[in-house]
Protein backbone atom coordinates (compact mmCIF):
# COMPACT_ATOMS: atom_id res chain seq x y z
CA UNK A 1 0.00 0.00 0.00
CA UNK A 2 1.13 3.81 -0.66
CA UNK A 3 0.50 5.89 2.70
CA UNK A 4 0.64 9.55 0.94
CA UNK A 5 0.67 12.23 3.70
CA UNK A 6 -0.57 15.94 2.69
CA UNK A 7 0.87 18.34 5.45
CA UNK A 8 -1.41 21.12 3.96
CA UNK A 9 -3.91 20.13 2.27
CA UNK A 10 -6.10 22.56 -0.25
CA UNK A 11 -9.52 22.22 -1.67
CA UNK A 12 -8.71 22.89 -5.30
CA UNK A 13 -10.66 25.38 -6.95
CA UNK A 14 -10.17 25.26 -10.71
CA UNK A 15 -11.78 27.85 -13.70
CA UNK A 16 -11.24 27.58 -17.49
CA UNK A 17 -11.07 31.00 -18.81
CA UNK A 18 -10.72 32.29 -22.11
CA UNK A 19 -7.61 34.87 -21.64
CA UNK A 20 -6.52 35.86 -18.84
CA UNK A 21 -6.20 39.77 -18.72
CA UNK A 22 -4.27 41.36 -15.55
CA UNK A 23 -6.56 43.18 -14.08
CA UNK A 24 -9.67 42.36 -15.83
CA UNK A 25 -13.20 40.63 -14.79
CA UNK A 26 -13.38 36.80 -16.13
CA UNK A 27 -16.56 34.81 -16.93
CA UNK A 28 -15.95 31.20 -16.96
CA UNK A 29 -18.75 28.46 -16.67
CA UNK A 30 -19.11 26.73 -13.09
CA UNK A 31 -15.70 25.64 -11.63
CA UNK A 32 -14.83 22.69 -10.15
CA UNK A 33 -13.75 21.92 -6.49
CA UNK A 34 -11.28 18.54 -5.17
CA UNK A 35 -9.71 17.83 -2.49
CA UNK A 36 -6.29 18.31 -3.27
CA UNK A 37 -3.07 18.80 -1.62
CA UNK A 38 0.05 17.54 -3.78
CA UNK A 39 -0.29 14.13 -1.71
CA UNK A 40 -4.04 13.82 -2.51
CA UNK A 41 -3.28 14.27 -5.99
CA UNK A 42 -0.37 11.66 -5.94
CA UNK A 43 -2.97 8.95 -3.89
CA UNK A 44 -5.82 9.88 -6.72
CA UNK A 45 -3.62 8.95 -9.82
CA UNK A 46 -1.97 5.57 -8.32
CA UNK A 47 -5.71 5.16 -6.74
CA UNK A 48 -7.11 5.29 -10.59
CA UNK A 49 -4.16 2.96 -11.43
CA UNK A 50 -5.47 0.21 -9.73
CA UNK A 51 -2.49 0.59 -7.18
CA UNK A 52 -3.69 -0.04 -2.99
CA UNK A 53 -3.17 3.91 -1.42
CA UNK A 54 -4.19 5.57 1.83
CA UNK A 55 -3.96 9.25 1.91
CA UNK A 56 -3.50 10.86 5.37
CA UNK A 57 -4.12 14.60 6.06
CA UNK A 58 -5.93 16.79 8.07
CA UNK A 59 -9.24 18.59 7.18
CA UNK A 60 -11.02 21.69 9.50
CA UNK A 61 -13.68 24.13 9.15
CA UNK A 62 -16.24 24.71 6.55
CA UNK A 63 -13.55 24.50 3.81
CA UNK A 64 -12.08 21.27 5.44
CA UNK A 65 -16.01 20.44 5.48
CA UNK A 66 -16.10 20.57 1.44
CA UNK A 67 -12.93 18.83 1.05
CA UNK A 68 -14.05 15.46 3.40
CA UNK A 69 -17.32 15.34 1.10
CA UNK A 70 -15.37 15.33 -2.01
CA UNK A 71 -12.78 13.16 -0.90
CA UNK A 72 -15.49 10.43 0.27
CA UNK A 73 -17.31 10.65 -3.03
CA UNK A 74 -14.10 10.06 -4.78
CA UNK A 75 -13.26 6.88 -3.27
CA UNK A 76 -10.00 7.29 -2.56
CA UNK A 77 -9.47 5.95 0.63
CA UNK A 78 -8.43 8.19 3.39
CA UNK A 79 -8.04 9.38 7.11
CA UNK A 80 -9.01 12.66 7.72
CA UNK A 81 -7.23 13.94 10.91
CA UNK A 82 -10.00 16.63 12.22
CA UNK A 83 -8.21 20.06 12.86
CA UNK A 84 -9.45 23.65 14.06
CA UNK A 85 -8.08 25.96 11.59
CA UNK A 86 -9.56 26.09 8.10
CA UNK A 87 -8.28 24.03 4.92
CA UNK A 88 -7.10 26.47 2.88
CA UNK A 89 -8.14 26.67 -0.83
CA UNK A 90 -5.89 26.40 -3.84
CA UNK A 91 -7.26 28.40 -7.19
CA UNK A 92 -6.69 27.21 -10.38
CA UNK A 93 -7.23 29.54 -13.67
CA UNK A 94 -6.83 28.19 -16.99
CA UNK A 95 -6.09 30.25 -19.56
CA UNK A 96 -7.55 28.42 -22.44
CA UNK A 97 -5.63 30.41 -24.89
CA UNK A 98 -2.56 30.77 -24.22
CA UNK A 99 -2.70 26.91 -22.80
CA UNK A 100 -0.82 27.59 -19.44
CA UNK A 101 -2.49 27.77 -15.53
CA UNK A 102 -2.05 30.81 -13.10
CA UNK A 103 -2.10 28.95 -9.63
CA UNK A 104 -2.64 31.06 -6.32
CA UNK A 105 -2.14 29.08 -2.95
CA UNK A 106 -3.20 30.31 0.29
CA UNK A 107 -0.48 29.39 2.57
CA UNK A 108 -2.77 27.55 5.12
CA UNK A 109 -2.91 27.49 8.76
CA UNK A 110 -1.05 25.50 10.53
CA UNK A 111 -2.39 23.06 13.02
CA UNK A 112 -1.58 23.00 16.61
CA UNK A 113 1.56 20.33 18.20
CA UNK A 114 -1.54 18.33 19.51
CA UNK A 115 -2.79 17.78 15.94
CA UNK A 116 0.15 17.48 14.58
CA UNK A 117 0.94 14.63 17.12
CA UNK A 118 -2.37 13.34 16.34
CA UNK A 119 -1.62 13.29 12.31
CA UNK A 120 1.79 11.51 13.42
CA UNK A 121 0.21 9.03 15.24
CA UNK A 122 -1.81 7.98 12.55
CA UNK A 123 1.07 7.55 10.56
CA UNK A 124 2.90 5.27 12.45
CA UNK A 125 -0.47 3.24 13.04
CA UNK A 126 -0.58 2.83 9.18
CA UNK A 127 2.98 2.21 8.40
CA UNK A 128 3.23 -1.26 8.77
CA UNK A 129 0.68 -1.95 6.33
CA UNK A 130 2.80 0.38 3.92
CA UNK A 131 5.34 -0.83 0.97
CA UNK A 132 6.18 2.92 0.75
CA UNK A 133 5.62 6.15 2.35
CA UNK A 134 4.69 9.77 0.44
CA UNK A 135 5.21 12.90 2.15
CA UNK A 136 4.09 15.72 -0.80
CA UNK A 137 3.53 19.48 -0.99
CA UNK A 138 3.66 22.53 1.07
CA UNK A 139 4.12 23.11 4.93
CA UNK A 140 1.63 25.66 6.41
CA UNK A 141 3.24 28.44 8.07
CA UNK A 142 4.27 27.68 12.20
CA UNK A 143 4.99 23.75 11.27
CA UNK A 144 7.26 22.82 13.62
CA UNK A 145 10.79 22.28 11.65
CA UNK A 146 11.23 18.74 13.70
CA UNK A 147 8.11 17.39 12.27
CA UNK A 148 8.95 16.68 8.21
CA UNK A 149 12.38 14.43 9.85
CA UNK A 150 9.91 12.81 12.17
CA UNK A 151 7.97 11.68 9.38
CA UNK A 152 10.98 10.68 7.16
CA UNK A 153 12.71 8.95 10.72
CA UNK A 154 9.07 7.07 11.35
CA UNK A 155 9.17 5.66 7.49
CA UNK A 156 12.85 4.92 7.50
CA UNK A 157 12.43 3.06 10.67
CA UNK A 158 9.67 1.40 8.87
CA UNK A 159 11.93 -0.13 6.96
CA UNK A 160 9.94 1.83 3.49
CA UNK A 161 11.14 4.06 1.36
CA UNK A 162 10.18 7.56 1.50
CA UNK A 163 9.69 10.12 -1.22
CA UNK A 164 9.26 13.36 -0.66
CA UNK A 165 8.17 16.58 -3.02
CA UNK A 166 8.19 19.98 -0.68
CA UNK A 167 9.93 23.20 -1.21
CA UNK A 168 11.53 26.18 0.68
CA UNK A 169 13.96 24.94 3.58
CA UNK A 170 12.21 21.44 3.63
CA UNK A 171 13.54 20.43 0.48
CA UNK A 172 17.29 20.26 2.49
CA UNK A 173 15.98 19.12 5.93
CA UNK A 174 14.00 16.35 3.94
CA UNK A 175 17.43 15.23 2.09
CA UNK A 176 19.14 15.65 5.50
CA UNK A 177 16.87 13.27 7.44
CA UNK A 178 17.12 10.42 4.98
CA UNK A 179 14.46 10.75 2.34
CA UNK A 180 14.72 7.85 -0.72
CA UNK A 181 13.66 9.64 -3.51
CA UNK A 182 13.51 13.68 -3.93
CA UNK A 183 11.55 15.44 -6.47
CA UNK A 184 11.79 19.25 -7.17
CA UNK A 185 11.41 20.92 -9.80
CA UNK A 186 13.99 23.01 -11.26
CA UNK A 187 12.91 26.55 -9.69
CA UNK A 188 12.39 24.73 -6.13
CA UNK A 189 15.61 23.43 -6.49
CA UNK A 190 17.61 26.59 -7.22
CA UNK A 191 15.37 28.08 -4.21
CA UNK A 192 16.31 25.99 -1.66
CA UNK A 193 20.60 25.45 -2.87
CA UNK A 194 20.91 28.60 -4.29
CA UNK A 195 22.74 26.99 -7.54
CA UNK A 196 22.28 27.72 -10.65
CA UNK A 197 23.33 24.26 -11.54
CA UNK A 198 20.43 22.07 -11.61
CA UNK A 199 22.22 18.59 -11.78
CA UNK A 200 25.32 19.94 -9.66
CA UNK A 201 22.66 21.09 -6.66
CA UNK A 202 20.63 17.49 -7.10
CA UNK A 203 23.92 15.40 -6.63
CA UNK A 204 24.15 17.80 -3.30
CA UNK A 205 20.69 16.27 -2.39
CA UNK A 206 22.23 12.94 -2.96
CA UNK A 207 25.41 13.74 -0.99
CA UNK A 208 22.98 14.38 1.84
CA UNK A 209 21.13 10.87 1.86
CA UNK A 210 19.04 10.53 -1.25
CA UNK A 211 19.54 7.44 -3.66
CA UNK A 212 17.39 9.66 -6.53
CA UNK A 213 16.36 13.09 -7.09
CA UNK A 214 13.79 13.39 -9.58
CA UNK A 215 13.67 16.77 -11.31
CA UNK A 216 10.92 17.91 -13.18
CA UNK A 217 12.02 20.02 -15.67
CA UNK A 218 8.65 21.64 -16.88
CA UNK A 219 7.84 20.95 -20.98
CA UNK A 220 11.46 19.98 -21.22
CA UNK A 221 10.71 16.39 -19.50
CA UNK A 222 12.54 15.41 -16.19
CA UNK A 223 15.77 14.64 -14.89
CA UNK A 224 16.66 11.26 -13.02
CA UNK A 225 19.85 12.07 -11.24
CA UNK A 226 21.61 9.20 -9.21
CA UNK A 227 25.50 8.53 -7.57
CA UNK A 228 26.64 7.74 -10.73
CA UNK A 229 24.16 8.12 -13.50
CA UNK A 230 22.23 10.86 -15.09
CA UNK A 231 19.47 10.78 -17.48
CA UNK A 232 17.32 12.97 -19.11
CA UNK A 233 13.37 11.71 -20.38
CA UNK A 234 10.97 14.33 -22.60
CA UNK A 235 8.59 13.94 -25.16
CA UNK A 236 9.57 15.50 -28.81
CA UNK A 237 6.82 18.00 -28.39
CA UNK A 238 5.92 19.31 -25.17
CA UNK A 239 1.79 18.78 -24.36
CA UNK A 240 -0.47 21.92 -24.50
CA UNK A 241 -3.31 21.74 -21.50
CA UNK A 242 -3.24 21.94 -17.56
CA UNK A 243 -0.02 21.02 -15.87
CA UNK A 244 -1.17 21.46 -12.67
CA UNK A 245 -0.78 18.07 -11.01
CA UNK A 246 1.86 16.87 -13.69
CA UNK A 247 4.38 16.70 -10.63
CA UNK A 248 2.30 14.49 -8.79
CA UNK A 249 1.51 12.51 -11.38
CA UNK A 250 5.08 11.66 -11.65
CA UNK A 251 5.17 10.82 -7.70
CA UNK A 252 2.42 8.46 -7.90
CA UNK A 253 4.76 6.87 -10.77
CA UNK A 254 7.82 6.44 -8.72
CA UNK A 255 5.21 5.79 -5.42
CA UNK A 256 3.74 3.14 -7.41
CA UNK A 257 7.48 1.25 -8.96
CA UNK A 258 9.12 1.63 -5.46
CA UNK A 259 5.86 -0.15 -3.74
CA UNK A 260 6.74 -3.16 -6.41
CA UNK A 261 10.07 -3.48 -5.75
CA UNK A 262 11.29 -1.86 -8.96
CA UNK A 263 13.68 1.19 -8.05
CA UNK A 264 15.88 1.04 -11.52
CA UNK A 265 16.46 5.04 -12.32
CA UNK A 266 15.33 4.43 -16.10
CA UNK A 267 12.46 2.63 -15.35
CA UNK A 268 11.45 5.14 -12.39
CA UNK A 269 12.35 8.18 -14.89
CA UNK A 270 10.24 6.87 -17.83
CA UNK A 271 7.19 6.02 -15.85
CA UNK A 272 6.82 9.48 -13.89
CA UNK A 273 7.83 11.19 -17.23
CA UNK A 274 4.88 9.58 -19.22
CA UNK A 275 2.40 10.03 -16.04
CA UNK A 276 3.23 13.97 -15.76
CA UNK A 277 2.81 14.39 -19.51
CA UNK A 278 -0.57 12.04 -19.08
CA UNK A 279 -1.54 14.73 -16.39
CA UNK A 280 -1.09 18.08 -18.54
CA UNK A 281 -3.61 16.55 -20.77
CA UNK A 282 -6.56 16.06 -17.97
CA UNK A 283 -8.66 19.10 -16.80
CA UNK A 284 -8.00 18.90 -13.53
CA UNK A 285 -4.96 17.55 -11.19
CA UNK A 286 -5.10 14.38 -9.77
CA UNK A 287 -5.92 12.31 -12.95
CA UNK A 288 -4.01 11.28 -15.83
CA UNK A 289 -4.86 10.76 -19.93
CA UNK A 290 -4.91 6.65 -20.46
CA UNK A 291 -2.74 8.09 -22.84
CA UNK A 292 0.37 7.41 -20.87
CA UNK A 293 1.68 4.06 -22.39
CA UNK A 294 1.64 5.63 -25.80
CA UNK A 295 3.34 8.55 -24.35
CA UNK A 296 5.92 6.28 -22.72
CA UNK A 297 7.07 4.51 -25.66
CA UNK A 298 7.84 8.22 -27.60
CA UNK A 299 9.94 9.33 -24.91
CA UNK A 300 13.83 10.42 -25.83
CA UNK A 301 15.73 9.10 -22.88
CA UNK A 302 19.43 10.35 -23.04
CA UNK A 303 22.85 10.51 -21.13
CA UNK A 304 23.08 14.59 -21.34
CA UNK A 305 25.82 17.07 -21.20
CA UNK A 306 25.25 18.24 -17.41
CA UNK A 307 26.15 21.73 -18.42
CA UNK A 308 23.28 21.70 -21.09
CA UNK A 309 21.19 22.03 -17.65
CA UNK A 310 22.76 25.30 -16.08
CA UNK A 311 20.97 28.92 -15.94
CA UNK A 312 22.59 31.03 -18.30
CA UNK A 313 23.69 33.81 -15.99
CA UNK A 314 22.78 36.70 -18.72
O1 LIG B 1 1.15 24.77 -1.77
P1 LIG B 1 1.61 23.43 -2.28
O2 LIG B 1 1.33 22.35 -1.28
O3 LIG B 1 3.02 23.45 -2.75
O4 LIG B 1 0.77 23.14 -3.60
C1 LIG B 1 -0.61 22.96 -3.56
C2 LIG B 1 -1.12 22.68 -4.95
O5 LIG B 1 -1.09 23.83 -5.76
O6 LIG B 1 -0.34 21.70 -5.58
C3 LIG B 1 -1.16 20.82 -6.33
C4 LIG B 1 -0.58 20.65 -7.69
O7 LIG B 1 0.68 20.09 -7.59
C5 LIG B 1 -2.54 21.37 -6.25
O8 LIG B 1 -3.51 20.36 -6.32
C6 LIG B 1 -2.46 21.97 -4.88
O9 LIG B 1 -3.47 22.55 -4.31
Request: charged share 20%.
Amino acid sequence: MILTVTPNPALDLTWRIDRLVEGGTHRADTGSARAGGKGLNVARVAHAQGAPVLALTTAGGRVGAEFADELKTSGVPHVLVPVAADTRRSIALVDESAGDTTIVNERGTGPSDAEWGALLAEVVERLPAADVLVISGSLPPGTPEALLPMLIAVGRDAGVPVIVDTSGPGLLRAADAGATVLKPNAAELAEATGSDDPVAAARTLLERGAELVLLSLGADGMLAVTHDDLLHARLEEPLAGNPTGAGDAGVAACAVLYAEGTRDPETVLRRATAWSAAAVLMPLAGDISPRWTALEQQLHVTRPDPDQFRKDPS
